[in-house]
C-alpha cells in the first residue's frame, strides 16, 4: 500500500518541470517583492489614487499597442494561475497573485486597488515605506459610506 510520501513524490516525480517552473516563478516573485516593488511604490505620486484615470499611454502603432496588451496579460494570468498554484505548493503565492492583478486588465481593478490600500495595515506599510523613502503619504479618496 503507498503512503501519502509515495503519492507526493510520484506526483512530483511526473510534474518536475512543473514545479521547476513554479519555482523558478517563486523565486522571481520574491526577488520582485523586495527590490522591485518597493522602489515602485515610493516612487509613485501621491495623489496617484485620487487623480483621475490616466489616458492610455500612446504607442507607435496600434498594432504593438495592442501586443503589448496582450503580452501584459498573458504574463499576468500565467502569474495568476502560478500564484494561484503557490497557494498550496511552496512559493509566494499572495505575492504573485497580487502581482498578477496588477497586470491583468479587468472592470473594476482601479477601484479594487483603492479598496485594497484603505486596509489599515497596509495602508501602515505603504505610509512607512514612503516615509524611509523620502515621499509623502499617499493621498487617498474618502471612506465611502
Same mark, same amino acid.
Given at each position: 500500500?503507498?503512503?501519502?510520501l509515495?503519492t507526493?513524490?510520484?506526483?512530483a516525480?511526473?510534474h518536475?518541470?512543473l514545479?521547476?517552473?513554479?519555482?523558478l516563478?517563486?523565486?522571481?516573485?520574491?526577488?520582485?517583492?523586495?527590490l522591485?516593488?518597493?522602489?515602485?511604490?515610493a516612487?509613485?505620486?501621491?495623489?496617484h489614487?485620487?487623480?483621475?484615470?490616466p489616458?492610455?499611454?500612446s504607442?507607435?502603432?496600434?498594432?504593438?499597442?495592442? &501586443?503589448?496588451v496582450a503580452?501584459?496579460?498573458?504574463?499576468?494570468?500565467?502569474?495568476?494561475?502560478?500564484?494561484?498554484?503557490m497557494?498550496?505548493?511552496?512559493?509566494?503565492?499572495l505575492?504573485t497573485? &497580487?502581482?498578477? &492583478?496588477?497586470?491583468?486588465?479587468?472592470?473594476?481593478?482601479r477601484?479594487l486597488?483603492?479598496?485594497?490600500?484603505?486596509?489599515?495595515?497596509?495602508r501602515r506599510?505603504?505610509?512607512a515605506l514612503?516615509r524611509?523613502?523620502?515621499?509623502a503619504?499617499?493621498?487617498?479618496?474618502?471612506?465611502?459610506?
Amino acid at each position: 500500500m503507498d503512503t501519502w510520501l509515495d503519492t507526493i513524490r510520484a506526483f512530483a516525480e511526473q510534474h518536475r518541470q512543473l514545479l521547476v517552473a513554479l519555482g523558478l516563478a517563486s523565486l522571481a516573485t520574491a526577488i520582485a517583492g523586495v527590490l522591485w516593488v518597493p522602489r515602485w511604490l515610493a516612487g509613485l505620486p501621491a495623489d496617484h489614487f485620487v487623480r483621475p484615470r490616466p489616458a492610455l499611454r500612446s504607442r507607435p502603432h496600434p498594432v504593438l499597442s495592442a &501586443l503589448a496588451v496582450a503580452a501584459r496579460n498573458t504574463v499576468g494570468l500565467a502569474l495568476l494561475l502560478a500564484g494561484i498554484a503557490m497557494l498550496v505548493l511552496p512559493g509566494q503565492g499572495l505575492l504573485t497573485i &497580487l502581482l498578477a &492583478l496588477g497586470l491583468l486588465d479587468f472592470p473594476g481593478k482601479r477601484r479594487l486597488r483603492v479598496r485594497f490600500v484603505m486596509v489599515s495595515p497596509i495602508r501602515r506599510a505603504l505610509d512607512a515605506l514612503r516615509r524611509r523613502a523620502g515621499r509623502a503619504p499617499f493621498r487617498l479618496p474618502p471612506p465611502r459610506r
